[in-house]
């Protein structure tokens, strides 16, 4: 199921029109019609997918620039792989590995905590 959910999902993004649109929407609804707890979970599976990538993307150009050992260490008592593992869902004891809602908390705080930092060291060069 979820490799038609991937399928509509591509469609849907380079859909040129609206009509495009509702053929795919309707296609959706035929696969929830049919087992729709299977496309829930292959939805949810996508979503999961989408957002590890935007996390990914908007944290590659900062990830070069500090140090993701210090990061890992100091704000989750984590190694930097357990990081990365989780960063790019490698697969850990036969499953995509993940950020936790409280693991994504504890990286939003951390990256005030080093942005601070960095502006509070900043503000005394000049």
Known sequence: MKDKIDALKERYIHAKNDSEHQAIRE???ILCDENAPAVADAALECIKETHANLLRDKLKDVLPVMS?????????DKSPQ?????????RVNGKPAQFTTA?????????LDISNKISSSASVVF
């Open 27 to 29: 296609e959706l609804c």
């Open 68 to 76: 993701v050992s210090y990061l890992s260490k100091t704000y989750f």
């Open 82 to 90: 357990w990081f990365y593992q989780r960063l790019n869902g490698n």
């Open 103 to 111: 693991d994504l908390k504890i990286l939003h705080g951390a990256l």
